[in-house]
């Protein structure tokens, strides 16, 4: 059965004339089931939010909208990660995807595209919030169809190609590639967007290469203007919709008079930025097979590589000094470092030469990230917690130092590693906590990375004269290990027969949290 539905553009603050004229529609021609908001939907002002907010105003139908495109905008949002804001408003969140009672898929995307990844604020999203939708939609399924609809704040980069350059808009200096992407891999059936305060309905375009590919449904774009604007360009778009859940196929497919080919181009979803934005998901990928990128190829594809000369970590290797050995899994081993820190000092290894985290394949990943839950749980036991940290500097071999800390020293880590790397004049910053590292990292990039107990993430790139201990000196300060004579490991080094027995203690402490056992 159809719904009705009503989409509006920018809001931003002026709710009064919003809610008076979608009242207006909702009685003349509805009712409608929703009202969609993109682009901002506060403002300077946000006049009467405050009746709504309280109930003395009554919103007339349910409303979703989506996030702050500023910081300036970020007051009104309770939680940013999605949250009812008074009865019958409704913030989605970031990003993500809801179903309707009647099965109408809607997938948005909050924000505008961050210029800089390590600059991320809350109202940016960036490269993983579309993987984070690819995990939840699975769009590389060969079953996954589409989505119904797609809500963006931003317009996606080149809309008009294929369709007639546009007099208001430059949509191949605006917009984001990111969006872009998005609409690519999405396929939806309706995308409305906001921002530029430009009305624009773009004519349907294919999903599909006419006459080589099976015909798949059209997509429309529809660009809203700001509410109430004076120049009385379109801001509310009424139309009724199926979804495609419950069509038929031929009805679904059929292809409207007008249809343009698809209009994004690899200059049009390919991501810059220089040295501080690349982007490992491949976002740069030209369309492959039915019009979609792929990700990267994984280093799991093939076999490791091999190192150039002798390793001291790969497992095979006659370098390894096997009476370090914790644990061996599958993909990763578990082994004490010489000279460590602390007598509950560990590294997390990979069984094949891989020399970084960025290049682990996804098998590889998944095992440390059990090695690192194991070790959770042993260290929480003692009333530790964990710190993990990776210099990928004059190293050939990933390895992850582990060094726990006392649990009430938990929220003091970030703090005092940003202050000695301030202090050395290091490149050092948090990261967003959604911000995969792959996402940072130039392929060959040098850099440090720590991930603190509070699982809050720091990561800086290295150019040079980068002191080699640094991990060390910053867990040995006198804020948290105070032990500030082992920074050297070689200082702290023993011989063989205390070594042996040292792993077998760590051995034994670890032996009832080890999965590898199991």
């Given at each position: 059965m159809a719904m009705k539905v009503l989409v509006s553009g920018?809001?931003?603050?002026?709710?009064?004339?919003?809610?008076?004229?979608?009242?207006?529609?909702?009685?003349?021609?509805?009712?409608?089931?929703?009202?969609?908001?993109?682009?901002?939907?506060?403002?300077?002002?946000?006049l009467g939010w405050a009746d709504y907010k309280s109930g003395r105003c009554k919103v007339p139908l349910p409303v979703y909208i989506l996030g702050p495109t500023d910081q300036s905008q970020l007051l009104p949002y309770p939680d940013l990660a999605g949250?009812?804001?008074?009865?019958?408003?409704?913030?989605?969140?970031?990003?993500?995807?809801?179903?309707?009672?009647?099965g109408l898929k809607i997938v948005y995307l909050s924000g505008v595209q961050a210029t800089d990844i390590l600059d991320a604020k809350s109202h940016n999203f960036t490269a993983a919030s579309l993987q984070s939708l690819e995990a939840s939609l699975r769009w590389d399924d060969p079953k996954f169809q589409g989505v119904d609809i797609l809500l963006t704040c931003d317009w996606p980069r080149g809309i008009s190609n294929n369709a007639g350059r546009l007099d208001t808009v430059d949509d191949l200096s605006v917009g984001s590639p990111l969006v872009s992407r998005l609409a690519l891999l999405s396929r939806p059936r309706y995308h409305f967007s906001g921002?530029?305060?430009?009305?624009?309905?773009?004519?349907?375009?294919?999903?599909?290469?006419?006459?080589?590919?099976?015909?798949?449904?059209?997509?429309?774009?529809?660009?809203?203007?700001?509410?109430?604007?004076?120049?009385?360009?379109?801001?509310?778009?009424a139309f009724s919709i199926s979804p495609m859940s419950s069509m038929v196929r031929g009805d679904l497919v059929s292809q409207p008079a007008g249809v343009t080919d698809l209009p994004y181009r690899e200059e049009h979803i390919t991501v810059g930025g220089g040295d501080k934005q690349q982007f490992f998901y491949d976002m740069n990928a030209k369309m492959e097979d039915?019009?979609?990128?792929?990700?990267?190829?994984?280093?799991?594809?093939?076999?490791?590589?091999?190192?150039?000369?002798?390793?001291?970590?790969?497992?095979?290797?006659?370098?390894v000094e096997k009476h370090l050995i914790v644990s061996v899994g599958t993909h990763c081993y578990l082994a004490l470092p010489k000279g460590g820190l602390t007598e509950d000092?560990?590294?997390?290894?990979?069984?094949?030469?891989?020399?970084?985290?960025?290049?682990?394949?996804?098998?590889?990943?998944?095992?440390v990230s059990k090695f690192k839950s194991a070790l959770r749980k042993m260290y929480k036991k003692a009333g530790k917690v964990p710190v993990f940290f990776e210099r990928n500097y004059k190293t050939q071999h990933l390895q992850i130092q582990v060094v726990p800390v006392d649990k009430d020293l938990a929220s003091t880590v970030k703090k005092v590693f940003l202050e000695n790397a301030a202090q050395l004049e290091l490149d050092l910053n948090e990261i967003p906590s959604h911000v995969p590292l792959s996402q940072l990292a130039v392929q060959g990039q040098a850099y440090f990375y720590a991930e603190t107990p509070d699982r809050e993430k720091l990561f800086g790139r290295i150019v040079k004269n980068f002191p080699l201990q640094f991990g060390r000196e910053v867990l040995a300060d006198t804020r948290l290990l105070d032990m500030l004579e082992r920074v050297d490991w070689k200082a702290c080094s023993t011989n063989k027969?205390?070594?042996?027995?040292?792993?077998?203690?760590?051995?034994?402490?670890?032996?009832?949290?080890?999965?590898?056992?199991?």
């Open positions: 920018d809001v931003e603050g002026n709710l009064p004339a919003l809610f008076k004229r979608v009242e207006a529609v909702n009685t003349k021609a509805g009712p409608f089931e929703m009202l969609l908001c993109v682009g901002s939907f506060f403002g300077p002002g946000n949250c009812e804001m008074c009865e019958n408003v409704i913030y989605l969140g970031r990003q993500g995807c809801f179903t309707t009672k009647e921002i530029h305060g430009e009305h624009y309905e773009r004519p349907p375009y294919r999903n599909h290469q006419s006459g080589s590919e099976q015909s798949r449904h059209v997509t429309r774009f529809i660009g809203l203007a700001k509410v109430a604007n004076k120049e009385k360009k379109k801001w509310l778009y039915e019009g979609r990128g792929k990700k990267r190829k994984r280093d799991g594809d093939t076999a490791p590589p091999k190192p150039s000369g002798p390793c001291w970590f790969c497992l095979s290797s006659a370098e000092h560990v590294l997390i290894l990979p069984i094949g030469h891989h020399a970084n985290l960025v290049d682990l394949p996804e098998e590889v990943e998944q095992e027969e205390e070594e042996t027995e040292a792993t077998k203690q760590f051995r034994k402490m670890f032996s009832q949290f080890d999965f590898t056992m199991e």
